[in-house]
Nanobody
Framework: VQLVESGGGLVQAGGSLRLSCVVS????????MGWYRQAPGQQRELVAA????????NYADSVKGRFSISRDNAKNTMYLQMNSLKPEDTAVYYC?????????????WGQGTQVTVSS
């Protein structure tokens, strides 16, 4: 299973970025998926998550109203639209996919994409 993120980069405060995560290498459908981020010296934290049918999402308080998570199961792709970016959003953003196979819960991670927001 491979998760490949893209869309990170350098943006000024107030700007926008759209991250993408493509899942490949498996015939199984993902269960829930999510975006996490890790800033230097900080623990990895959940930014947003979405269920398999996109019927439920949840967000960290710090990004509510600014970020939007979505997924296109036909394309095995998840997105994170980030608006009104702040310098404190600077971090490496990781894609996470959860599979439930034969009673086991398996987590897979992407390699991360850097998001840097300048003030």
């Amino acid at each position: 299973v491979q998760l490949v993120e893209s869309g990170g980069g350098l943006v000024q405060a107030g700007g926008s970025l759209r991250l993408s995560c493509v899942v490949s290498g498996t015939a199984f459908s993902t269960n829930s998926m999510g975006w996490y981020r890790q800033a230097p010296g900080q623990q990895r934290e959940l930014v947003a998550a979405i269920t398999s049918g996109s019927d439920s999402t949840n967000y960290a308080d710090s990004v509510k109203g600014r970020f939007s998570i979505s997924r296109d199961n036909a394309k095995n792709t998840m997105y994170l639209q980030m608006n009104s970016l702040k310098p404190e959003d600077t971090a490496v953003y990781y894609c996470n996919a959860v599979f439930k196979i034969l009673g086991k819960v398996l987590h897979y991670w992407g390699q991360g994409t850097q998001v840097t927001v300048s003030s």
